[in-house]
């Protein structure tokens, strides 16, 4: 077919699907793809930005330095102050939906002129900011201040996120000691969420064992092989599984960011689990920044590498097996660990192709019955974070992450 006469039929098959409306757009796939929408409508990072074809063929490794975008608000880069303060000032072009704010959907109404997102490390410094007046919004206070805000008569402290969060440990498969299957199924037989849970959140009413590598409460959690995690915690096995697997006292160096509370708590628990076991730990302590590096690194622990670090995922991310970053088991593609398992990775695909929830939700069972065999991760429970603002501030969403639309200061 000579390309005029192409060129024209695509045309025309672009009017009769979009019907001539130059504000759409059509997408073509190889083959059926049931889940096109979900994949679109990621409410929590990483979220798929649409961007310029020029930016997006950027070397992923290559930080982007232009700043563009068609959303409620704007970035002022001149007022950037890294690490400290970052500032966006409301779009008088963006035209906003008209329906309700529902999550990351609906209406997007910008009510203020200007938001200041400030970065304050210290957990008291933040706390007493805020009860002071000096900020109006405090992200995510830790356990203990939040109990303490909670008092106070002109703040709010509630629950951030209806899906909670789902906290891990996280192993490097690529160097030893846990490059070992069973080195892994040691600290997994031993693993108590309760005791990580406690420290993360406090109140039990505010976190809930969650023995499933799928958000709790969601379609695809099940029970599938959670007896590894679920059962009596028995030291004894553990410590056998370690001779097995001929650890011989290596330093095991955990990442913990003395800034982040949820990787800091899951490097302080996990550091008293290995002991108990006697193994031979070390607490790497930094900023968030520097594990964030480190944690890059494929390198032995004696060139800078490392072997383990806590963290969490919005329940939001953690849905299924496709959206959950840590479960992908392609070696080297894979987050953060670097896992390889090629039977993890056939279910995910094969889950990715069902036609139906009841099949996806039977494979699901099944990735997760491999993933407790194989210990990509620990699971380590499921909480409800908590976020703190003054009495004069209104209409904040509660989703699985934190919008700025929709807030007014009286």
Same mark, same amino acid.
């Given at each position: 077919m000579a390309r005029d006469a192409l060129g024209q039929e695509l045309a025309a098959a672009h009017d009769e699907m979009t019907g001539g409306d130059d504000n759409a757009f059509t997408i073509r796939l190889k083959e059926p793809f049931p889940l096109l929408l979900e994949g679109f409508a990621k409410v929590s990072s990483l979220v798929p930005f649409m961007m310029p074809e020029r930016m997006a063929k950027t070397d992923p490794y290559q930080q982007i330095t232009e700043t563009l975008g068609s959303g409620p608000f704007k970035f002022v880069r001149e007022q950037f102050e890294p690490g400290h303060k970052v500032v966006y000032v409301k779009n008088p072009d963006y035209v906003p939906r008209r329906e309700p704010p529902d999550w990351g959907s609906g209406g997007k109404v910008v009510k203020v002129d200007r938001v200041e997102w400030i970065v304050v490390p210290e957990p008291s410094t933040a706390a007493a900011a805020l009860a002071g007046g000096e900020v109006d919004w405090w992200e995510n206070p830790s356990p203990d201040l939040a109990r303490v805000l909670a008092a106070n008569p002109d703040l709010v402290v509630e629950n951030t996120d209806p899906l909670g969060s789902m906290g891990l440990l996280r192993f490097n498969q690529l160097q030893p000691p846990f490059n070992n299957v069973k080195m892994r199924q040691a600290v997994l037989g031993v693993t108590d969420q309760a005791e990580f849970l406690t420290a993360l959140a406090g109140d039990p009413k505010d976190w809930n064992n969650c023995a499933s590598f799928f958000t709790c409460g969601t379609p695809m959690a099940n029970d599938a092989g959670a007896a590894a995690l679920t059962g009596k915690r028995d030291f004894d096995a553990a410590r056998r599984l370690i001779a097995e697997a001929g650890y011989n006292g290596e330093k095991i160096v955990i990442l913990d960011a003395v800034d982040l509370l949820t990787n800091h708590i899951h490097a302080l628990v996990a550091a008293e689990l290995f002991k108990k076991l006697g193994l031979n730990v070390e607490l790497a302590t930094s900023d968030w920044g520097t594990v964030v590096t480190?944690?890059?690194? $494929? $390198? @032995? %622990?004696?060139? !800078?590498? &490392?072997? %383990?670090?806590?963290? #969490?995922?919005? !329940?939001?991310?953690?849905? +299924? @097996? &496709?959206?959950? @970053? @840590?479960?992908?088991? +392609?070696? #080297? $593609?894979? &987050?953060f660990g670097w896992p390889k398992d090629d039977k993890i990775e056939a279910l995910r695909k094969e889950w990715l192709r069902a036609s139906d929830s009841e099949a996806r939700q039977e494979i699901a069972a099944q990735i997760q019955e491999r993933a407790f065999e194989t210990v990509p991760y620990i699971p380590t429970g499921q909480y409800s974070p908590k976020t703190a603002y003054r009495k004069n501030l209104k209409g904040i969403i509660i989703a699985p992450a934190l919008f700025m639309w929709n807030v007014e200061k009286t």
């Open positions: 480190r944690r890059a690194s $494929k $390198k @032995p %622990v004696t060139e !800078g590498g &490392w072997n %383990v670090f806590g963290t #969490d995922f919005e !329940g939001a991310e953690m849905l +299924n @097996p &496709w959206l959950n @970053p @840590p479960l992908p088991a +392609n070696g #080297d $593609k894979a &987050w």
